[in-house]
């Protein structure tokens, strides 16, 4: 392939990553961030997938095997300890705004400059060689496409062009603001995008090899098996295998947690704590996608290319080239393009910020002459620091990759990484989770560490690369067999990054713990700890754990905040800060709190230990003792508790008057509806009253009445004197079963026999009405225990309403009974007048008229269903209505059946 055709697809590749960097960012102004989202945070994490993963992965599962899921396993663990872990350095970051984990480290240790500028060197020496790595993986990848030689020549070399895109690309969406706290959207939305790119691209080339070039795994399998070279892929060593494996896969987890990078994306960058409940699940799973295909596409390279002297870093891209399928090439090329600059871009902001905040920051600020500079416009002089680290870090990656890296595999490079960064873990884990941890733990353990890190791994580098004689690789330093890099005081068995992997963090624990117990710590340093450890205890109130005593402008400090952040900021950010904490920011001095909140803000732009010299600057800060810290965290500890208590006890007292007042109207309205009743039922009784009245006086004063409409008279006050006793017994009735009054009677109770009783009585009005009744009853209905005489009531109630409302001549009654999930089920339908929605909840209520005055009640209805109702829920059971006007009504009730 041309190489300017493949030129020009790199760049066009790296300006969509530049569209899509670029839309995020707009849409983040307009407050539509896509990066809030759970998915996304998961896919940026992905970043931790580079060239290594893309080719390395392939070349190492060609050398050693199954080896290489270790790489894999390891953040796989990790993320099932991400809320003990990861959850509490996210949380300590964002209380204590730091931006990197030099800062994590230095903040910790009582903000010490020192402890950074260390870890940002470490970060140096394990970032520059990773970014060679991804250059050589691009430069590899481009030369076997274009069938181009690796050029020496700077000024002709592709590489060389594409890391100049790349420097500025990283420039324009790394340093947006100076604030590194600051969610960097755009290059968060093209890490996310590139984690999806070079997925599918994988993908592709490991669909297009098991089941275009072979028949699948089985096929791929079976046919490798024949191959000598091939079954060794299978087999562990037998000296170092368990051992190996534990090793590397403790060496992943350190490397997926600390290196900077991942730092980056997963605590920085990270928007919302709950996204680690989805990248918990979701990461892994990216994980086992990418890594599916690695050992048929690694065999497939074995069984194609046999004895040739082939790179199986390469076979990914010397597959499809074999077989002349340069579209399916380009697209692998894209894929391992995108895992490469994906890394360079996300760890180069990262140490760059280191390098900003803790090298030269605190450089510039203790010269006098640079410090004036600084103070003129300390935002921009911020930018121009982090922009030139940028191009310093990817050039001398560029540097490393021309000179060093010729040699070396991309697994070599990158477990030698992992080892360096590896080397935060006893510092980071024990700051955490021990508060007697001290500086100077940390820094002599860090330095052990490194140190022998150097010895195990990169003398044996330099003596292969001829600046050293190999007698220390035979007889030891100084000629000791006991200090040979490769079986440090005798140890053997072990592959060498095992071996650097032990004998590293065996000093750099025993250092740290040994050295912290042997010092003390001092009150920064203990207040720190006690932040850090206790993170979620103090994480809501940590304004008020101040250790700080001393004496500082507030003007001072003002001014300090609006050189970086500008004068309306600060203003808004100062009158947020005295509403929330109660602090009259119109006094003088500054109080201990607004010290260490701008401290704070200063620390997530120029990192901790630069804001506290700039802070110390214009303040003058007295000595506190460790029992003066103590006192003062266990003071604010009580405020916290104290205004717990209040809180609680300030809702428990809204919940109780809220019951009050509940109650309250609950009340009223129960009297009023209590009126309303009696008002009801007076009006009842009055009408049957006026008519027995008006006819008695009739039949008092007219003794010449005919014999036949004396009768009627009679027979109608006999009908009015029912229906006046009916109402009284029903009132009577109704006011026992509210009461409580009213025993409900146990005993064996057949429904079928209650629904004939009730037909056989009812029948005689029904055949006068011309109305039909049907009876649909299941025969095996089972009995239940209750009281036979209210259910019976319950029955002639419903069959009394149904045939009052159907259509004389025309209309019919049916009744249903069944069982059903232990439940006994009876239907009364009608196909009469129907009842409208709006009655339906009314008419079981005794009161309903009082519900809605303009409502008029239906014809008929009276306390009938509500003693019903009373009734069936004194047999545990529930009543109700479906209807629709003009359409019937079906009255239902429902028994639970004894068992």
Request: charged letters at 20%; one cysteine or more; a neutral charge.
């Amino acid at each position: 392939m041309n190489s300017y055709i493949l030129g020009l697809i790199s760049i066009y590749y790296l300006a969509f990553l530049f569209i899509v960097a670029y839309q995020a960012e707009q849409k983040s102004k307009r407050d539509k961030s896509i990066v809030s989202n759970a998915n996304i945070y998961a896919l940026s994490l992905a970043v931790y997938c580079t060239a290594w993963t893309f080719y390395g992965s392939v070349g190492r599962a060609a050398t050693d095997g199954l080896d290489f899921l270790t790489v894999y396993i390891g953040p796989t663990l990790v993320m099932f300890l991400a809320i003990p872990i990861l959850l509490k350095i996210i949380r300590i970051c964002k209380t204590q705004r730091l931006t990197s984990i030099a800062d994590f480290i230095s903040s910790r240790y009582g903000k010490n400059r020192s402890l950074g500028v260390l870890v940002t060197i470490i970060c140096l020496l394990s970032g520059i060689p990773y970014i060679a790595l991804q250059l050589k993986a691009i430069s590899n990848s481009f030369g076997i496409l274009t069938k181009s030689l690796q050029n020496n020549n700077i000024l002709t070399d592709h590489t060389f062009y594409i890391v100049i895109i790349l420097i500025l690309f990283t420039i324009l969406f790394g340093t947006r603001n100076v604030e590194a706290t600051e969610r960097h959207e755009g290059m968060v939305a093209a890490i996310a995008t590139e984690s999806i790119i070079k997925l599918i691209a994988f993908l592709a080339i490991g669909i297009y090899v098991t089941y275009w070039l072979f028949d699948g795994f089985e096929d791929i399998f079976s046919k490798a098996n024949i191959i000598h070279a091939a079954k060794q892929n299978f087999v562990l060593d037998k000296d170092s295998g368990m051992s190996k494996w534990f090793w590397h896969t403790f060496l992943a987890m350190m490397a997926f947690m600390f290196l900077p990078r991942q730092f980056q994306v997963a605590v920085v960058e990270n928007v919302d704590e709950k996204y680690i409940n989805r990248a918990m699940w979701l990461f892994p799973l990216y994980m086992l996608l990418i890594n599916i295909f690695v050992m048929p596409i690694t065999l497939a390279g074995e069984i194609i290319f046999g004895d040739k002297a082939m790179n199986s870093d390469l076979y990914v891209l010397s597959i499809p080239l074999n077989y002349s399928d340069e579209f399916l090439a380009i697209i692998t090329y894209i894929g391992g393009f995108s895992a490469a600059t994906g890394m360079i871009i996300v760890e180069t902001i990262a140490i760059s910020v280191m390098v900003s905040n803790n090298l030269l920051m605190p450089i510039f600020l203790g010269i006098p002459a640079s410090k004036e500079i600084i103070n003129l416009n300390p935002s921009q002089v911020i930018q121009y620091m982090r922009r030139l680290a940028i191009a310093l870090i990817i050039f001398l990656g560029y540097l490393y990759f021309k000179f060093i890296t010729e040699k070396y595999s991309l697994v070599s490079i990158g477990m030698t990484a992992f080892v360096v960064v590896a080397q935060f873990a006893p510092s980071v884990l024990g700051g955490i989770f021990w508060k007697r941890g001290t500086q100077k733990g940390a820094m002599i353990g860090l330095i052990g560490g490194t140190v022998i890190w150097f010895f195990t791994l990169i003398i044996p580098s330099l003596v292969s690369s001829g600046v050293l004689s190999e007698a220390i690789m035979t007889n030891g330093l100084f000629g000791n067999s006991l200090l040979k890099p490769y079986e440090l005081f005798g140890m053997q068995g072990m592959d060498n990054i095992s071996h650097a992997t032990f004998w590293t963090l065996f000093f750099n624990t025993a250092l740290y713990f040994f050295c912290s117990l042997c010092t003390k710590p001092t009150s920064i340093e203990h207040n720190q700890a006690v932040l850090f450890v206790d993170v979620f205890h103090y994480s809501k109130g940590i304004e008020n754990s101040v250790a700080w005593r001393g004496k500082a402008l507030v003007s001072d400090l003002k001014s300090l905040l609006e050189s970086f952040l500008g004068s309306n900021r600060t203003e808004r950010i100062i009158r947020v800060f005295a509403t929330r904490n109660n602090v009259n920011m119109q006094n003088r001095y500054a109080d201990a709190r607004f010290v260490n909140y701008s401290e704070k803000l200063l620390a997530g732009i120029v990192g901790t230990a630069s804001a506290r010299m700039m802070v110390s600057s214009v303040s003058k800060e007295e000595d506190i003792s460790l029992d003066e810290v103590v006192a003062i965290l266990k003071k604010s500890q009580e405020l916290m508790e104290v205004n717990k208590e209040l809180k609680q006890k300030s809702q428990e007292l809204k919940q109780l008057t809220e019951q009050l007042q509940a109650a309250n109207e609950q009340l009223l309205l129960t009297d009023k509806l209590k009126d309303d009743f009696l008002a009801t039922v007076t009006h009842e009784i009055r009408t049957p009253l006026t008519s027995i009245k008006a006819l008695s006086e009739i039949l008092y004063d007219n003794d010449d009445l005919e014999h036949e409409e004396r009768q009627h008279f009679l027979s109608t006050i006999i009908k009015e004197s029912d229906r006046l006793s009916r109402l009284i017994n029903q009132v009577l009735d109704l006011e026992k079963l509210e009461s409580g009054k009213v025993r409900v009677l146990s005993e064996t109770i057949d429904l079928q026999e209650i629904i004939e009783d009730s037909v056989e009585t009812i029948e005689q009005l029904a055949k006068e009405k011309g109305v039909k009744i049907k009876k649909i009853i299941d025969k095996n209905l089972p009995v239940f225990n209750g009281d036979k005489d209210r259910m019976m009531q319950v029955m002639l109630n419903l069959l009394s309403n149904a045939l009052k409302f159907t259509e004389a001549q025309k209309g019919s009654i049916t009744i249903t009974a069944y069982v059903e999930d232990n439940n006994l089920y009876v239907n009364v339908i009608d196909d009469g007048s129907g009842i409208s929605k709006d009655y339906q909840e009314l008419i079981f209520d005794k009161f309903y008229q009082a519900h809605d005055q303009t409502i008029r009640k239906p014809k008929g209805s009276g306390l009938g269903l509500a003693i019903s109702k009373r009734i069936i829920e004194l047999h545990n059971g529930k009543i109700w209505v479906e209807s629709k006007v003009n359409k019937g009504s079906k009255f239902s009730f429902t028994i639970p059946i004894n068992t």
